[in-house]
Structures are given as structure tokens and as C-alpha cells.
């Protein structure tokens, strides 16, 4: 089994930074992606940022609505992915979720999600 973990939420000014983090635990598949999602009241959740581990350099992939300001990141030694995020606005509010995907078994873990709140 695998743990997922979210920590670094919290609530910010807009135009200011939070950097979220992600560790994951237990029986670590050898190959994965990590990612972010969030979901907003009344929303469906969305794809934030995702990190995958290639053969010679990982790739990162981001959502349009992020893309520019946020950073995804990995420590491949932590099993671990960071979120920079950069200049944030009222709409990037809500509960953000990390999430790994074993790539051979598509395989899905989540974690509990972290709130995110930026408001004046």
C-alpha cells in the first residue's frame, strides 16, 4: 500500500506564495507520476501540475490555469514532490490534492487534500 501525505496549505494574501509539499510512503512503485489536483467549491477537480520521472530528466506538466506561476518540483531520494506557488489569486482557492499514479498499474493514491485560501 501507499501513503500520500499534503502539508504546506494555508491561507495567503493575493499576489503572495505558498509551497506545498507531498510525500509519499509505503511500497513505493518503481515507476510513478506525481501530481497535484485542486478542487474549488462547486467545482470538479482539476489538474494543477504533475511530475513525471523519465528515463534521463523528469517532465513536468501544468494546468492553463497555473502555468507560469507555479513551480512542481521532486525529490526523487524523499519520494517527495513540492508545489511553488507564485502570485496567487482569489481563484486558485480550494483543497489541494496530491496524488501518485503507478504507471504500470495505473493505479491511483490520493491524499487527504490541504486547504488553500487566498483573500484579501
Known amino acids: 500500500q501507499v501513503q500520500v501525505v499534503e502539508s504546506g496549505g494555508g491561507s495567503v494574501q493575493p499576489g503572495g506564495s505558498l509551497r506545498l509539499s507531498c510525500a509519499a510512503s509505503g511500497s513505493i512503485p518503481i515507476r510513478y507520476v506525481m501530481g497535484w489536483y485542486r478542487q474549488a467549491p462547486g467545482k470538479e477537480r482539476e489538474l494543477v501540475a504533475t511530475n513525471t520521472l523519465g528515463a534521463i530528466q523528469s517532465r513536468q506538466n501544468y494546468g492553463d490555469p497555473v502555468r507560469g506561476r507555479f513551480t512542481i518540483s521532486r525529490d526523487n531520494a524523499k519520494n517527495t514532490v513540492y508545489l511553488q506557488m507564485n502570485s496567487l489569486a482569489p481563484e486558485d482557492t480550494g483543497v489541494y490534492y496530491c496524488?501518485?499514479?503507478?504507471?504500470?498499474?495505473?493505479?491511483?493514491?490520493w491524499g487527504q487534500g490541504t486547504q488553500v485560501t487566498v483573500s484579501s
Open positions: 496524488k501518485l499514479r503507478n504507471l504500470d498499474t495505473r493505479d491511483d493514491y
